[in-house]
């Protein structure tokens, strides 16, 4: 009876611990002790990593990731682009780097506008109308110029090598080439190298791109904005009907600008300023959402989703009235993430019902991007740190290829606001601040981003995504700090969006149960999850007390963490 009886509670117990539903163990990212790149490549993050084992810095693998990433990863890594740089040294000094594209000096504001003043979308979108000024080169020269340590050539003679010699396509780039080849056709009007039938597992070889970076080894940043491969690139703008000139190009400069800093709990959060719309907005939904206690609603619950989307919806309409380029417009800065204002922007907010975008406009002040983009994240041995986030704008940026020259032009003047109002690829509104003018740079959503905590390195942070860029990045962060996930952990995470108009909740498809659905929307909530706008792949680092780097790699495309 004794021995029946035993038996009978064994059964039990184990019929408990099986039906219990225990968490899945923590997923750490790779783990490093001295130095890191976390990049959309493993052939990018390998050539950084190796230029501070030889002895470089961050910047200088800043100026070899960036290269590395315009040859293995087309889809938006760049000489045709720009982008944006948040930077740390190891002393605690911070600063940024806007090398955003500018409109040319023949632009208009209704540019893009028919005889009926409609926007015609395909112009800022597809072909030679479609680029902006690029910045890349005078981007990654700037950095050198301030903070470079190795010979150039030692920085890009891995990366001509390695387009000389071929990238391994994978499965994600094979499917692609595939989904755009007709809009490649369109906008070239002939077949280009990557339209060839590549298939995953193939080697791309790309002999032009290298010659390319062989000249600017050469001469310099003059190459790209005077010399030989400046007059090639208008030259061909100019047959494809496009308006940049060498004047256009020779003009053109990379900014160092201040960068946004704003407080969350213990973190000081140092973020990019506009034209990037990032930083501000970052600060703005992070100060929104400061006095809840997200922990104790738990990840990804009801009334989390609820608190971040009514402060994302708030702080995406406030971007399209008052954000631009600063060096056009007056934006109130200190204002748009202060306490009081922020306070402001979220009376009437209630966990009872949705606040619907139609009764939500910009906030009053007194007296007053790319979907198909890459960010990468940098920690040297010495403790210096970049967040760099660039772009071409869209998938391969206008689709045109410069064949003498072996890469991609962007189409980032669909970042404008075409017309006050119009929505642009992306679905966002934009307005007067945001329009078309010679020389301005364009509105854009990344957002690079360094983390301090207790004074000290805490966290390089950013990710593609066009308009969830914002939105993703804050999410992975929140992940670590109020619901102690691992970094990589925290990239993997579900995500989902708002951004005002139109509005809906974007959700993560497949990752987020149907009876969180019905609950959202008997508030009052839309929810979207065929049609997501979740795209974005965050690229992050996370130092820990003891030294220790891990980092987050973000699993929804190639990207690769490698260090030593």
């Given at each position: 009876m004794k021995q029946l009886l035993f038996f009978l509670l064994l059964l039990l117990s184990f019929s408990c611990k099986t039906s219990t539903h225990e968490k899945p163990a923590p997923v750490k990212g790779l783990i490093t002790q001295n130095a890191m790149v976390v990049s959309a490549r493993q052939e990018a993050s390998k050539i950084g990593t190796d230029i501070m084992k030889n002895g470089g810095n961050a910047f200088d693998a800043m100026v070899a990731t960036e290269m590395a990433l315009a040859v293995s990863y087309p889809y938006a890594g760049n000489l045709g682009g720009g982008g944006f740089m948040v930077y740390r040294e190891s002393n605690g000094r911070i600063g940024a780097l806007d090398y955003r594209e500018k409109a040319p000096l023949a632009s208009t504001k209704d540019m893009y506008l028919d005889e009926n003043g409609e926007v015609i979308s395909k112009k800022s979108q597809l072909g030679a109308m479609a680029v902006g000024v690029p910045g890349t080169i005078a981007g990654i020269f700037e950095v050198y110029k301030k903070f470079g340590s190795l010979p150039i050539e030692d920085l890009l003679t891995p990366v001509a090598d390695l387009a000389r010699n071929g990238i391994i396509i994978t499965k994600k780039q094979e499917a692609r080439f595939e989904k755009y080849k007709d809009l490649f056709f369109e906008a070239n009007g002939d077949t280009i190298p990557i339209t060839s039938g590549y298939k995953a597992s193939d080697t791309l070889k790309n002999p032009k791109l290298a010659e390319t970076l062989?000249?600017?080894?050469?001469n310099g940043v003059d190459e790209f904005y005077r010399g030989e491969t400046a007059e090639?690139?208008?030259?061909?703008?100019?047959?494809?009907?496009?308006?940049?000139?060498?004047?256009?190009?020779?003009k053109y400069e990379a900014k160092w600008r201040e960068p946004v800093q704003f407080k969350y709990k213990d973190l000081n959060i140092i973020s990019m300023s506009p034209p990037s719309?990032?930083?501000?907005?970052?600060?703005?939904?992070?100060?929104?959402?400061?006095?809840?206690?997200?922990?104790?609603y738990g990840h990804n619950q009801l009334e989390t989703i609820q608190i971040l989307t009514e402060a994302e919806r708030r702080a995406y309409a406030d971007r399209s009235f008052y954000l631009g380029d600063p060096d056009f417009v007056e934006i109130p800065i200190d204002t748009l993430i202060s306490k009081e204002y922020l306070n402001y922007r979220m009376e009437g907010f209630s966990l009872d019902q949705a606040t619907l975008s139609s009764t939500i406009n910009c906030g009053i002040i007194p007296g007053y991007e790319s979907d198909e983009t890459t960010h990468y994240s940098i920690v040297d041995e010495y403790g210096n740190a970049i967040s760099v986030t660039t772009t071409l704008n869209g998938a391969y940026g206008s689709k045109l290829y410069v064949p003498e020259l072996g890469f991609f032009l962007n189409n980032e003047m669909d970042d404008f606001s075409a017309k006050p109002g119009e929505p642009n690829m992306f679905g966002l509104i934009g307005a007067e601040a945001n329009a078309i003018a010679p020389e301005k740079r364009m509105l854009s959503s990344m957002t690079p981003t360094i983390i301090e905590k207790d004074d000290k390195l805490w966290m390089s942070i950013g990710t593609p995504g066009g308009s969830t860029i914002i939105t993703s990045v804050l999410q992975t962060i929140l992940n670590v700090k109020e619901f102690g996930m691992t970094m990589q952990d925290a990239v993997n995470a579900p995500r989902f969006h708002h951004q005002w108009l139109p509005d809906s909740i974007y959700?993560?498809?497949?990752?987020?149960?149907?009876?969180?659905?019905?609950?959202?929307?008997?508030k009052g909530y839309n929810i979207s999850e065929?049609?997501?706008?979740?795209?974005?792949?965050?690229?992050?680092?996370?130092?820990?007390?003891n030294g220790t780097m891990e980092g987050g790699a973000d699993k929804r495309g190639d990207d690769t963490a490698v260090g030593y």
């Open positions: 062989e000249r600017i080894i050469k090639k690139l208008v030259n061909f703008l100019q047959s494809r009907g496009g308006i940049i000139t060498m004047e256009d190009l020779a719309s990032g930083g501000v907005c970052l600060g703005q939904i992070m100060k929104m959402i400061e006095p809840y206690d997200l922990k104790q959700f993560e498809p497949n990752k987020f149960d149907q009876k969180l659905f019905k609950e959202l929307e008997a065929k049609e997501s706008k979740i795209s974005s792949k965050v690229n992050s680092i996370l130092v820990y007390p």
